[in-house]
Every structure is written in C-alpha cells, then in structure tokens.
C-alpha cells in the first residue's frame, strides 16, 4: 500500500517524515541537506511506495509570505514537474517548530538533544504528515 511523504523545508535542511502503508502514524525518516532533496525523492518514491507528498507551507502569523514561501512554491512545482503521478499538498506550517520542541521537552529528552535542529525539523515533519493523515482519516459513526 502506498505511503504518504512529509517535507519540513529549510535553506540548508529538509526535515522528512513518512506514514505507515495504511496511512494513520507518521514516523521520523531523517534529516537531509535541502541541496539534495530532488535526488533523494528520485531514489525513494518507488522504492518507499510514495504517493503523496505533504510540503509545509510558511506563512507568518498575518498569513503573510516569510522568506520561505516563494521557495517551497517553487518546489511544490518542481515536485508536480518531475513526479506528476505525485498526490502534493501544501500545509500550513505556522507552530510546527515550536511544537517540535514541546513534544521533544515532553519526551523527556535532554536540553541537547532537544536543541538538534535535525531532530527537530524531523519532528516538524512528523507533525505536518500527522496533522494531514489526521484530516484525511474517515470519521467512524
């Protein structure tokens, strides 16, 4: 069964997380340089069974571009461009760094480890694919 993919993006780091096969938990992945982000989705889309792709989109709080946003839409294409089998989606990504950091706090993890900007932008990504496979989920009656 195909998995969904979620993207946390930055300019020297991309933060990836990946669904089970039913698509209801997100996992971490791991943490890559940005610069090799389109090689990476190119060797595990087929390989992981990707069929969606989750991308955390910045905006401020008055939902206004930040320096990111012009970036990832530039990627989302990118992505559409390369991968066009691909379902992609933006997600709004305000909080998902301060969360990061709550949850790994709450994990009880060490001030170190918990200032790892790698094992916080997985955890971002954790959320956004969370938040996604939260809407995507049938509602039982």
């Given at each position: 069964?195909?998995?969904?993919?979620a993207i946390d993006y930055?300019?020297?780091?991309?933060?990836?997380?990946?669904?089970?096969?039913?698509?209801?938990?997100?996992?971490?992945?791991?943490?890559?340089?940005?610069?090799?982000?389109?090689?990476?989705?190119?060797?595990?889309?087929?390989?992981?069974?990707?069929?969606?792709?989750?991308i955390g989109y910045p905006?401020?709080?008055?939902n206004r571009d930040t320096?990111?946003?012009?970036?990832?839409?530039?990627?989302?294409?990118?992505?559409?461009?390369?991968?066009?089998?691909?379902?992609?989606?933006?997600?709004?990504?305000?909080?998902?760094?301060?969360?990061?950091?709550?949850?790994?706090?709450?994990?009880?993890?060490?001030?170190?480890?918990?200032?790892?900007?790698?094992?916080?932008?997985?955890?971002?990504?954790?959320?956004?694919?969370?938040?996604?496979?939260?809407?995507?989920?049938?509602?039982?009656?």
């Open positions: 069964m195909p998995r969904a993919l930055g300019l020297a780091r991309v933060g990836l997380a990946i669904s089970d096969e039913l698509k209801i938990i997100a996992n971490p992945l791991e943490t890559i340089e940005t610069a090799g982000l389109m090689l990476y989705l190119k060797n595990n889309i087929l390989a992981q069974n990707i069929d969606t792709i989750v905006k401020d709080l008055m320096h990111l946003t012009l970036a990832v839409e530039q990627l989302f294409k990118k992505i559409q461009t390369q991968f066009p089998t691909l379902h992609l989606q933006l997600l709004d990504e305000r909080f998902t760094s301060k969360m990061a950091q709550q949850t790994l706090f709450q994990m009880g993890l060490n001030k170190k480890k918990r200032q790892d900007k790698k094992r916080i932008d997985q955890m971002s990504a954790l959320i956004l694919l969370q938040s996604f496979l939260g809407d995507i989920i049938p509602k039982s009656v």
